[in-house]
């Protein structure tokens, strides 16, 4: 998920989502055809000190950029 509440999107959240969309083929509401990856937004998960923000099973990852992603989707996707 990624957040896209005010401090996120000031720190490039429509950034992250670009990336998802032109290397993933992921848009907000979409699953990649394995299944293993779902892709939402929402507007603040409390930790705009770490913005931008993407939350991963349950879990906050911030100050996210483009390359932090790709290594979160190959991990998820290569996960069994
Ligand atoms: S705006 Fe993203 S965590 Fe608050």
Known sequence: MVCTGTACYIKG????LAHLKNHHDLSDGDTT???KVSLLTARCV?????????VVDN?????????KLDEVIKRCRDAV
């Open 13 to 16: 959240a429509n950034n992250l």
């Open 33 to 35: 055809n394995d299944g």
């Open 46 to 54: 409390g930790a705009c000190s770490l913005a931008p923000v993407v």
């Open 59 to 67: 879990k906050i990852l911030g100050e996210v950029n483009s390359e």
